[in-house]
């Protein structure tokens, strides 16, 4: 991906914030200018991660207009083929962009195969979905829309068909992209409002980049020593997003009668069978239940599942080995996990209207 630093020191007139952290500035109605006028969007700097603003993809540059017409399309469930259900059906905030069931629910109550992924940090994220099927945020965003069983449209064109007989929409998209309504720029509007949904600044990143030796109990300390040694987490949970953005066998499914294929049914590859992606583990207490069938509620049971060396199958990944952590150390990794809750997405709030 193209990464780009974003201008700094921008000033928006007549703008209604939605949240206090910097960066958090979006119109409450698109300012009438050309894509030309429009001023670039800064993300804020948030302890603990990387300069989000250098992920941003050269061919879709933030600016105040266009994610605020993400967050329209986000939050609208006129995005469904019956008016039911919106992006945020299946990404709520109060539970770190996830449902909180497990498995979601689509159009006329039909149950998906899988989790909700959260939306937490997903610019600094490569593939998108479980399986990696999107390469990009822009793809994934508009995805859901042609499932049967997510947004139940039959294809983007009737999606497009039904956004352009809003005539309030039609507007934004001319000002925001300079021309009609296409699903491309769907797909950036809305991928531009989750690349403003982040989460830094953790209880962890003031104590392990801050300094500060009082954010961590004394407990979540030594769940930060077992988490980079005896429980072997940074084996996939690495970096300062805690994710390897790989794919690995668990062994998940492979107790029951039917296994998902995950990563394999978009690369073919045998190595793949069974391998699902890497979450973040920032939010991670708000994002139960646990796993991409969502069969664990606590995350005292994944760590115990982790703890057991998962479930065994001929394409297990090689790094799930039984740990032998005693029931004390099992406690101070769920403490480390439950410091991983930050700031940078509380901002996010529904409009209290939408284009007619």
Not at 121 to 131: E, I, L, M, P
Request: net charge neutral.
């Amino acid at each position: 991906m193209t990464r780009f630093k974003a201008s700094a020191g921008v000033v928006f007139m007549g703008i209604l914030s939605i949240g206090g952290v910097g960066g958090g500035l979006v119109q409450s109605a698109v300012a009438e200018q050309s894509p030309v006028q429009a001023k670039a969007y800064q993300l804020p700097e948030l302890q603990g991660l990387e300069d989000p603003n250098t992920f941003v993809p050269a061919d879709n540059l933030l600016t105040a207009q266009k994610v605020e017409l993400g967050r329209l399309l986000f939050f609208d469930k006129r995005l469904s083929r019956n008016n039911t259900i919106a992006c945020v059906s299946c990404h709520l905030p109060g539970k770190g962009f996830t449902d909180g069931k497990p498995v979601s629910t689509g159009i006329n109550n039909l149950k998906g195969g899988r989790s909700a992924p959260a939306s937490i940090n997903r610019v600094f994220s490569k593939g998108q979905f479980w399986d990696g099927r999107a390469d990009t945020l822009e793809d994934q965003s508009i995805g859901p829309f042609v499932n049967p069983v997510e947004h139940g449209f039959i294809s983007h064109d009737e999606t497009v068909a039904k956004m352009r007989n809003i005539e309030g929409y039609r507007k934004l998209f001319k000002q925001v992209f300079g021309r009609d309504i296409v699903i491309e720029d769907i797909g950036k509007a809305i991928a531009s409002f989750q690349r403003t949904i982040l989460s830094g600044n953790s209880a962890v990143d003031k104590f392990d980049v801050g300094g500060d030796q009082t954010a961590l109990t004394e407990s979540a300390q030594r769940g930060l020593e077992l988490f980079r040694g005896k429980a072997r987490c940074t084996r996939c949970h690495s970096g300062f997003n805690f994710s390897d953005e790989k794919f690995h066998n668990l062994g998940i499914g492979w107790d029951t009668n039917t296994v998902d294929l995950g990563r394999y049914m978009v690369t073919e590859n045998s190595e793949d069978i069974g391998a699902f992606k890497t979450p973040t583990l920032r939010e991670i207490s708000r994002t139960a239940p646990y796993m991409h069938d969502g069969r664990f509620k606590t995350l005292e049971e994944v760590v115990a599942f982790y703890n057991g060396g998962g479930i065994k199958n001929p394409h297990q990944d090689n790094t799930i080995i039984p740990l032998e952590l005693t029931e004390q150390e099992k406690q101070d990794v769920v403490a480390l996990l439950r410091s991983l809750n930050g700031e940078g997405w509380q901002q996010v709030a529904a409009p209290k209207s939408f284009p007619k």
